[in-house]
């Protein structure tokens, strides 16, 4: 059986019950470490504190076996893998942020095409306007990224009768739904994609994927729905096509993040920007304990975790496109 500390981000007790073989001591990131880190085993990664706390405990918990990240993209931990001792695994959250984050997506691509953004605006200044407005019915829509948060994306798309759904991973395989195509096949699918919502992790096959050729490629009045990492897009290139007028965005990840005041992202035409909401909600937490105590029983017992994404001493330079 397994024995040693566990560091939660969440109080033990709000958690209970969880293995008894296990010690459990609370950190979401204060200055003072709540424990000796040289007797953490299991590693829970406070969420949305940043990836400077995420790793600042790493170079001292010299037994470390597990970090679990409760984010989907596990980027910023990344770096750190090479430093931590041989065999610990970094599992990413899973299924934690699938319906939270496909929610926003929906919400993102809706809002957009219904325009909404112009809606608010005419109300704050009293004006009745009605216009002719694109559907989300009968579009053509391409999801960058078939991972679960992808497919997550898919099961609430189907019932507003988009025209087709085309998927696209880091390799092809066959769906339920469908063939999802590799990669490789972007420069022929982009000419027809209408809505492209980018659901894929933060890699170095992705970093930048969006450039301006890509967004080159897409047909005039495209939309981009950005629900992954701000850096997946050049944002000088995405800029350039909205001053044109010629695409639109909905984004909830930008590169820079936190986008600056005064950034001409903020006031380009078409854009509309969420501050990066897709996981935090209301649906975070009961989703975030039932993970940590699957994964925490599994480890005390000794049986494999779910969610594996990277081992130390392994590759890290993952080339996937999913969630």
Known sequence: MTTGDVWLPLPPSELAPLPASLRYVHWNGAEDFPADPADCVFYTVPYLKGPHVAV???????????VQTLTAGVDHMLPAVPEL???????????????????????LALAALRGVPEAVRDQGEGRWRTRILTSLADRRVLIVGYGGIGAAI?????????????????????????????????????PGAEVVFLATPLTDATRG????????????GALLVNVSRGAVVDTGALLAELESGRLRAALDVTDPEPLPAGHPLWQA???????????????????????VREQLERFAAGKPLRYVVAEAGEDTSATSLTQ
């Open 56 to 66: 600042r405990p790493l170079p001292h918990m010299p037994r470390l076996r597990v």
């Open 85 to 107: 001792p041989a065999g610990t695994l970094l599992c990413n959250a899973g299924p934690l942020h699938n319906t939270s984050t496909a929610e926003l997506a929906l919400t």
């Open 209 to 220: 994927l969006v450039d301006a050729e890509f967004l080159a490629a897409l047909p005039d």
């Open 269 to 291: 035409p078409g854009a509309l920007i969420t501050p990066h909401v897709g996981g935090p909600s209301t649906a975070f937490r009961p989703r975030a304990e039932r993970l």
């Open 154 to 190: 898919e099961d609430r798309l189907l019932p507003f009768e988009p025209a087709e759904v085309v998927r696209v991973a880091g390799r092809a395989r066959t769906t339920g739904r469908g063939p999802v195509h590799p990669a490789t096949a972007l420069p022929e699918l982009l």
